[in-house]
Structures are given as C-alpha cells and as structure tokens.
C-alpha cells in the first residue's frame, strides 16, 4: 500500500512564498525506486508537471517556474517538498505529489491580493 499525503498549500498574495510537503507512506525500496514529482492542475486545464528530482538528487522543472521553485526530497524520512518563491497568480492551482503510479490528493494553492 502506497499512499502519498501533501501538505503546505494555502492563499498567498503575489510574490509570496509557500512550502509543500509530500509525506510517502511506503516500504523504502519503493521510495527510492522512483523519481518525485509536483504537477499542478488548474480550473479547466489539464494536470501539468511542475518539477522532478531524482532518488540521487537531480532536478528538472518546466519552464514557468524555473528560478522560482525548489523541489527536493529526503530519503531517509520518505518525504518530498516544494519550495514556492515569487509566487505569481498564474501559479494558482492543486498541486499533486506524484510517485510511480500513485498520487496524493492534492493542496490548493492561490496567489491573490
């Protein structure tokens, strides 16, 4: 049983900041066996990849939000976070953690004055 659980979203005025958390509840191997990675769906468009980091640490994120986030994880306590800086309206969305086949249950995120 896999389940991952995310965290951190809530409404932010424009160029603010937020930190999502996703904590993995699954056996390590499984964990470690995948990349991590945030999408992010907004009202009538589709679910979009914002960032990916690897078991080893490597990046990729889309271009939007490059500068601009950080995504990282931590092996040991099985939880990945992303790091919001310069927060845009555009930004407003649910942000899902991603691992393997299994998805959380997403956090909203709203960047408004």
């Known amino acids: 049983q896999v389940r991952l659980e995310e965290s951190g979203g809530g409404l932010v005025q424009p160029g603010g900041s937020l930190r999502l958390a996703c904590r993995v509840r699954?056996?390590?191997?499984?964990?470690?066996?995948?990349?991590l990675d945030w999408y992010r769906q907004a009202p009538g468009r589709q679910r979009e990849p914002v960032a990916s980091v690897t078991r080893l640490g490597s990046t990729n994120y889309t271009d939007s939000v490059k500068g601009r986030f950080t995504i990282s994880r931590d092996n040991y306590q099985k939880r990945g976070y992303l790091q919001m800086n310069s927060l845009k309206p555009e930004d407003t969305a649910v942000y899902y953690c991603?691992?393997?086949?299994?998805w959380g249950q997403g956090t909203q995120v709203t960047v408004s004055s």
């Open positions: 699954a056996i390590t191997s499984i964990f470690n066996a995948y990349p």
């Open positions: 991603h691992l393997g086949n299994f």
